[in-house]
């Protein structure tokens, strides 16, 4: 176990895991899904501890949010959630007769169209697994809706479920994804189509542990994103290349530190029950897991308020960008930075402090200059 996860006393050993993080969730609180969203905003910030631990016990951070007096931003509307429900029924109407058109099928009637039904989210990963292997081997078009999926993240396990997975008569596997933000001319918003591709490559992932079991399968690294048409609710198709998005979140997913090595590092009595606790036992629960901020969280973590404002009242630099952090090396603070800009502290042969130090010389020369001209 690193030194750096601190010295607070730890559990004891016959404490399994999964009952642990039901004591850091609260025992009656059931468990949020760590779903493809989660885990691609893990891997943009593999660094982020609290984030790891909070999604592998299952926290829900928008009420734990709330509770801290810094409620989330993030999310999705009840009018965009309702939209996004209507556009993908209409794709998948008809045994998903538009899905199939858009990837070139003629006749829909030819395409199965599997059961997927199961007890809880280990059956139908199982389930989906089964009807894998079972389309690849009819050598036939399949059609998987909401297939769920299983993959190990951090030692905890998490179940994904995309809006679709289509079988090729190839045994080629490839995602759907379907969206409801508008493809006008032919191209999306870029942000958001990556931020799809980010979240489908996690999908591609997962079923790469599957394809990796099953005779004749291979996963497209492809996906096929299905969004409204222009200004109409009819649905039209591209095809992304998430193969750059899929090496990095491989990556990143696999720098993750295990749950189970941070959960062991958090002293005795630390919980992050919303019900059981007050707002400072739940602050200082959160302050007990180191964290990695940055502005780019304030789209993808619920906590990402709370967390910029305590990195703004230590003065940290990580909430001026994960950039700028980079280029000031050892200077952690803002109070630092200025500090070596002035000369008040500082080794002025370090290549950081003597660039800041030249940049506020040129600043006061600049300052100088305006003031005579006036």
């Not at 996906?223 to 048409?229: D, N, R």
């Not at 979140?249 to 919980?271: F, N």
Request: glycine share 8%; proline share 6%; charged share 20%.
């Amino acid at each position: 176990m690193s030194e750096s996860l601190g010295s607070g006393p730890v559990r004891r050993p016959h404490t399994t895991l999964r009952h642990q993080l039901a004591e850091l969730r609260g025992p009656a609180t059931a468990p949020r899904p760590l779903d493809a969203r989660a885990l691609a905003a893990l891997a943009a910030n593999p660094g982020c501890r609290r984030r790891a631990l909070l999604d592998g016990a299952g926290v829900d951070k928008a009420a734990l949010a709330s509770a801290l007096g810094a409620p989330s931003g993030f999310g999705q509307s009840q009018f965009a959630f309702m939209r996004g429900n209507a556009f993908e029924a209409k794709v998948k109407a008809d045994g998903g007769m538009e899905l199939m058109r858009l990837l070139g099928v003629a006749e829909p009637g030819e395409v199965r169209v599997p059961d997927l039904a199961a007890a809880g989210p280990e059956g139908r990963a199982a389930r989906t697994a089964l009807a894998l292997r079972e389309a690849t081997a009819a050598g036939a078009w399949a059609l998987l809706d909401h297939p769920m999926l299983a993959l190990e993240v951090a030692g905890s396990p998490a179940y994904l479920e995309p809006d679709a997975v289509v079988v090729h008569p190839d045994g080629r596997w490839t995602v759907v994804e379907i969206k409801s933000f508008p493809m006008i001319d032919g191209s999306a918003d870029a942000a958001k189509v990556g931020a799809a591709a980010r979240q489908a490559a996690v999908y591609v992932l997962a079923l790469e542990r599957v394809a990796a079991l099953t005779d004749g399968a291979r996963v497209a690294h492809s996906v096929l994103l299905v969004c409204p048409k222009d200004f109409s609710n009819q649905p039209t198709g591209s095809v992304v290349d998430v193969r750059k998005q899929l090496s990095v979140t491989r990556r990143q997913l696999a720098r993750l530190t295990r749950v189970e090595d941070i959960a062991a590092a958090l002293p005795d009595g630390v919980s992050f029950d919303v019900e059981a606790c007050s707002a400072e036992q739940l602050a200082a629960a959160v302050e007990a897991v180191p964290h990695a901020y940055a502005p780019d969280c304030l789209a993808a973590c619920e906590l990402a308020f709370h967390c910029r404002d305590r990195a703004r009242a230590a003065g940290a630099v990580e909430a001026l960008g994960r950039s700028v952090r980079g280029e000031l090396g050892g200077l952690t603070t803002v109070g630092a930075v200025l500090a070596a800009a002035r000369g008040e502290s500082g080794d002025p042969d370090d290549p950081t402090v003597s660039a800041l130090r030249r940049a506020a010389a040129l600043r006061a020369e600049s300052l100088e200059a305006v003031g005579a001209c006036r």
